[in-house]
Nanobody
């Protein structure tokens, strides 16, 4: 089970940190990812991290503003979001993948993920 939290209302230019706590599985054996879905749009990839945390991968538009990290001891993955923009408004989902990362990247397609959290809403006011 994946439980995302940390969403809320923030002004443009502000920051938020999302958390995703995992339970019931061997968290440290999964790559973890964040996706988001804005109203009326498809769910899109945001960022992913390898099981050990040594590899990260970002969607181009988020690179430099968002940082993904994980603490396997706490079975938690984080998404630090800085310099938020109005267009970052979305429901953010965490997900777990049995696919690993390589030097070419981490899982970034929805079908590569096996388990999903319920989502947390991020609203950025302009």
């Amino acid at each position: 089970q994946l439980q995302a939290s940390g969403g809320g209302l923030v002004q443009a230019g502000g920051s938020l940190r999302l958390s995703c706590a995992a339970s019931g599985r061997t968290f440290s054996s999964y790559s973890m990812g964040w996706f988001r879905q804005a109203p009326g749009k498809e769910r899109e990839f945001v960022a992913a991290i390898s099981w050990s945390g040594d590899r990260t991968y970002y969607a181009y538009s988020m690179k430099g503003r968002f940082t993904i990290a994980r603490e396997n001891a706490k079975s938690t993955v984080y998404l630090q979001m800085n310099s938020l923009k109005f267009e970052d408004t979305a429901v953010y989902y965490c997900a777990a993948s049995q696919s690993g990362c390589s030097n070419l990247g981490c899982p970034s397609y929805r079908f590569e993920y096996d388990f999903w959290g319920q989502g947390t809403l991020v609203t950025v006011s302009s």
